[in-house]
């Protein structure tokens, strides 16, 4: 999966990406994957229930 017009990914959170909810909910809606740098691999550790939530890739 690739970012386009309704994939974002971010590395954390910021307030400022208050605006890409907005821009999406103006649009065709989309998500915002945060904890994912730019080139779609997971930084980080991010759990639920225990479980990974994205799989990190090889070369990590």
Same mark, same amino acid.
């Given at each position: ?12 959170? #910021? *307030? *400022? ?18 904890? #994912?740098? *730019? ?5 980080? #550790? ?11 890739? #090889?070369?990590?």
């Amino acid at each position: 999966m690739q970012e386009s017009q309704n994939i974002e990914w971010k590395e954390t959170w #910021k *307030d *400022d990406y208050i605006k890409w909810i907005c821009g999406f909910a103006n649009a065709e809606g989309g998500i915002i994957f945060i904890g #994912k740098n *730019d080139n779609g691999n997971a930084i980080g #550790k991010f759990t639920f229930n225990g479980q990974p939530i994205f799989k990190r890739t #090889k070369s990590e």
